[in-house]
């Protein structure tokens, strides 16, 4: 398994429940594909959203933001961590 940063733009103004929400979303299903969503972290000044994820690949994180509403807009690998 591989770690993933996945960022989301278009965001403004997001506040801490939706974020939750958001991010509960993603819990929900996300052993569909095999995935685990670490942390999520938001700047709502700035409209960014970025999630922590360890997943068989960036499609499947892909998959669940896409199914739970909110597709990421990039997906990085993060191939060495410490």
């Known amino acids: 398994m591989a770690k993933f940063m996945d960022v989301h733009h278009g965001m403004t103004g997001i ?3 939706q974020l939750k929400q958001a991010h ?3 819990l929900a299903i996300q052993t569909e594909e ?3 969503f670490e ?8 409209g960014v959203i970025y999630c922590l ?3 068989p690949d960036a499609d499947a994180v892909q998959r669940i933001h896409q199914r739970a509403g ?3 807009d990039e997906i990085h ?3 060495l961590t410490v």
């Open 15 to 17: 506040t801490g429940e």
């Open 24 to 26: 509960a979303a993603d």
């Open 34 to 36: 095999g995935v685990t």
């Open 39 to 46: 942390h999520a972290w938001a700047d709502p000044d700035e």
């Open 53 to 55: 994820s360890e997943a």
């Open 70 to 72: 909110h597709p990421a």
């Open 77 to 79: 690998r993060l191939p």
